[in-house]
């Protein structure tokens, strides 16, 4: 049993100096879109849009679990314009697993992004009940939302972006939605069954079914910058989805963010949660998978500390097992049923493992820096980030200041070196700069 403690005979204790960290900025393309609603607006103009609508119409609109800069936003839009042609909208969570596969937990989980009725202006019905709509070749057998099901007509909203555990030409976006979320957890646990290495054939595949049982009308795909921001918004209309997807994911990878160093011996996470990733922390971001991932990404990161979960995740810590050392914080926000709702239906059942425990941020930064081999702990490379969704700001251990001063067009130094805070109870203070990844 784990009480409120952990005391632990640790070999010359964890008394051991940190070296002083440094506030530094990254440098990335930022380019961003200056109106949500004006984007949308123009997109829906175009005819092989707006024609797909008509009065009366009933229209199903999936949103996902992933915690999207300006997703309310941009909902309230498409639902605005859906109304405008005469259409009648309602929003459903199309989020597989997530929310701890229940009605009310992914509602709730929309709830948590601003996508609520009063907001929104259009009902949102939540269910996990789903019907089979067909079979593929091998006689998988196809699900789908009922209540989507039973509308005149589907589309969905999501952002398009690298996936956390394979590589295909389209990854996480509308056919991942489209199959994945909008199948709750029957639908996602029988396509998770066959391996993630699947997904790039699977996928597509089963997407393809979807759109000629029903009538799918658009996905409107949303890209990210390295800031976070919203730097395009694009509704593709089903028939070009699976040739148009390809495309937005090139994009989103050339935008994405990433940690510009070759290598690192302690990554500090403040906090890692469904609405940052799929993973609880992007390992786009970190370089670390889950065992048996073909994974081969920068930076190469020898331990991982995280500090906390995001109020938004609501104690689901998917991707837990990736770190090494966490903090007794974490442990008591983390809610066991799930999180293993989630890794269960995923397969890779080691997101779920729970690393060591210390009792605070400073004991767990003090333990991951002890444990890194052939390295003294005032040598040692230290990059802390608030998520991996927040990596424009970081502190930076004093000893990577040479690399940083050397590759200015990648960094900027923003501060001078002091030394790690932490409060009297062990608490870790704030990061300069950092800021949150929810947005009005």
């Given at each position: 049993?784990?009480?409120?403690?952990?005391?632990?005979?640790?070999?010359?204790?964890?008394?051991?100096?940190?070296?002083?960290?440094?506030?530094?900025?990254?440098?990335?393309?930022?380019?961003?879109i200056?109106?949500i609603?004006?984007?949308?607006?123009?997109?829906?103009?175009?005819?092989?849009?707006?024609l797909?609508?008509?009065?009366?119409?009933?229209?199903?609109?999936?949103?996902?679990?992933?915690g999207?800069n300006?997703?309310?936003?941009c909902?309230?839009?498409?639902?605005?314009?859906?109304?405008?042609l005469g259409?009648?909208?309602?929003?459903?969570?199309?989020?597989g697993?997530?929310?701890?596969a229940?009605?009310?937990?992914?509602?709730e989980?929309?709830?948590?992004?601003?996508?609520?009725?009063?907001?929104?202006?259009c009902?949102v019905?939540?269910?996990?009940e789903?019907?089979?709509?067909g079979?593929?070749?091998?006689?998988?057998?196809?699900?789908?939302?009922?209540?989507?099901?039973?509308?005149?007509?589907?589309?969905?909203?999501?952002?398009?972006?690298p996936?956390?555990n394979?590589?295909?030409?389209?990854?996480?976006?509308?056919?991942?939605?489209?199959?994945?979320?909008?199948?709750?957890?029957?639908?996602?646990?029988?396509?998770?069954?066959?391996?993630?290495?699947?997904?790039?054939v699977?996928?597509?595949?089963?997407?393809?079914?979807?759109?000629?049982?029903?009538?799918?009308?658009f996905?409107?795909?949303?890209?990210?910058?390295?800031?976070?921001?919203?730097?395009?918004?694009?509704?593709?209309?089903?028939?070009?989805?699976?040739?148009?997807?390809?495309?937005?994911?090139?994009r989103?990878?050339?935008?994405?963010?990433?940690?510009?160093?070759?290598?690192?011996d302690?990554?500090v996470?403040e906090?890692i949660?469904k609405?940052?990733s799929?993973?609880?922390?992007?390992?786009?971001?970190?370089?670390?998978?889950?065992?048996?991932?073909?994974?081969?990404?920068?930076?190469?990161?020898?331990?991982?500390?995280?500090?906390?979960?995001?109020?938004?995740?609501?104690?689901?810590?998917?991707?837990?097992?990736?770190?090494?050392?966490?903090t007794?914080?974490?442990?008591?926000?983390?809610?066991?049923?799930?999180?293993?709702?989630?890794?269960?239906?995923?397969?890779?059942?080691?997101?779920?493992?729970i690393p060591?425990?210390?009792?605070?941020?400073k004991?767990?930064?003090?333990?991951?820096?002890?444990?890194?081999?052939?390295?003294?702990?005032?040598?040692?490379?230290?990059?802390?980030?608030?998520?991996?969704?927040?990596?424009?700001?970081?502190?930076?251990?004093?000893?990577?200041?040479?690399?940083?001063?050397s590759?200015p067009?990648?960094?900027?130094?923003?501060?001078?070196?002091?030394?790690?805070?932490?409060d009297?109870k062990?608490?870790?203070?704030?990061?300069?700069?950092?800021?949150?990844?929810?947005?009005?």
């Open positions: 049993m784990i009480n409120d403690r952990i005391d632990v005979n640790i070999a010359g204790g964890l008394d051991l100096p940190l070296p002083r960290m440094v506030h530094v900025r990254q440098r990335f393309e930022l380019f961003k200056s109106s609603t004006e984007t949308v607006r123009q997109e829906f103009a175009k005819p092989n849009i707006h797909k609508i008509k009065p009366g119409m009933s229209i199903a609109l999936g949103v996902g679990s992933r999207v300006n997703i309310a936003e909902v309230k839009a498409v639902v605005d314009e859906i109304k405008a259409g009648k909208p309602f929003v459903f969570p199309a989020m697993s997530h929310g701890g229940t009605a009310e937990g992914q509602k989980v929309l709830d948590g992004y601003g996508v609520t009725e009063s907001f929104i202006g009902p019905h939540s269910s996990m789903v019907i089979e709509i079979k593929a070749d091998d006689g998988m057998p196809v699900y789908m939302d009922k209540l989507a099901s039973e509308a005149d007509a589907i589309a969905l909203v999501c952002r398009i972006k996936h956390t394979f590589r295909a030409p389209i990854e996480s976006g509308i056919v991942k939605m489209l199959t994945i979320g909008m199948g709750k957890i029957i639908g996602a646990s029988t396509l998770h069954t066959y391996g993630m290495d699947m997904f790039g699977l996928l597509p595949k089963v997407a393809k079914i979807i759109m000629e049982k029903k009538n799918f009308l996905g409107v795909a949303m890209v990210e910058n390295a800031a976070d921001e919203t730097a395009l918004v694009e509704v593709v209309p089903s028939e070009e989805v699976l040739e148009r997807e390809p495309l937005l994911l090139a989103a990878k050339e935008l994405m963010p990433k940690l510009q160093f070759e290598e690192i302690v990554l996470v906090k949660g609405n940052i799929g993973a609880g922390m992007d390992p786009n971001i970190t370089g670390r998978n889950c065992r048996d991932v073909e994974w081969e990404m920068s930076p190469h990161v020898k331990k991982i500390a995280v500090l906390g979960l995001t109020p938004e995740t609501h104690g689901n810590a998917t991707g837990l097992g990736a770190a090494d050392v966490i007794m914080d974490v442990y008591r926000d983390l809610d066991i049923a799930k999180t293993y709702a989630n890794v269960i239906t995923s397969m890779y059942l080691d997101g779920a493992a060591i425990i210390m009792n605070d941020d004991a767990a930064i003090q333990l991951a820096v002890k444990t890194v081999v052939r390295v003294k702990p005032e040598d040692a490379k230290i990059v802390r980030i608030s998520t991996t969704l927040e990596v424009m700001d970081l502190h930076i251990s004093e000893n990577l200041l040479p690399y940083i001063e590759n067009e990648k960094f900027e130094v923003v501060s001078d070196p002091e030394p790690m805070k932490f009297a062990g608490k870790i203070y704030p990061m300069m700069a950092a800021r949150s990844h929810v947005k009005a």
